[in-house]
């Protein structure tokens, strides 16, 4: 299995990452904790959160540290304005969040066999950016589909 990119390999500490979407750097500081994983990708515990002015409004969720794994990402509500996702107390426990913790929601995209690219409402990434760490929810009780049709203005 490939690996990502180690942690540090700059001179002044950042990040060299290679995607197949370009080239970035991070701050080491910028990495999110996934204690878990995410669902099919247990194995990669370590992510950054990357954009440009070519991807947005998509967002790359990469891997760094491990296994080798790079996901696009939208927020929800730019999909779809009245977006909701609730957590259980549970879930802000997994954060180390309160109801009132502003979160990052991310909806990763994924390509059908056409090329043609839809969104995952039902189980978005959250990531809680005072703790820097973050899970996929997976709630029993979504009324949002696996896949949503990602249109482009």
């Not at 950054?48 to 070519?54: D, I, K, R, Y």
């Not at 929800?76 to 109801?99: K, N, S």
């Amino acid at each position: 299995m490939n690996h990502a990119e180690p942690l540090s390999d700059l001179r002044d500490g950042r990040i060299r990452l290679t995607t197949r979407f370009g080239d970035f750097e991070a701050d080491p500081k910028d990495v999110v904790t996934f204690p878990d994983g995410l669902p099919g990708f247990e194995q990669c515990h370590r992510f950054v959160v990357l954009s440009s002015a070519e991807t947005a409004p998509l967002q790359l969720l990469h891997a760094v540290g491990g296994p080798a794994a790079t996901f696009l990402a939208i927020e929800p509500r730019l999909v779809l304005a009245d977006y909701r996702c609730a957590l259980t107390p549970a879930d802000l426990l997994r954060l180390g969040a309160i109801e009132a913790t502003a979160l990052l929601w991310l909806a990763l995209v994924v390509l059908d066999d056409g090329g043609a690219p839809s969104v995952n409402l039902r189980a978005p990434v959250v990531i809680n950016p005072a703790r820097m760490t973050g899970f996929q929810v997976v709630p029993s009780n979504s009324l949002y589909p696996l896949r949503y049709p990602l249109t482009v203005d």
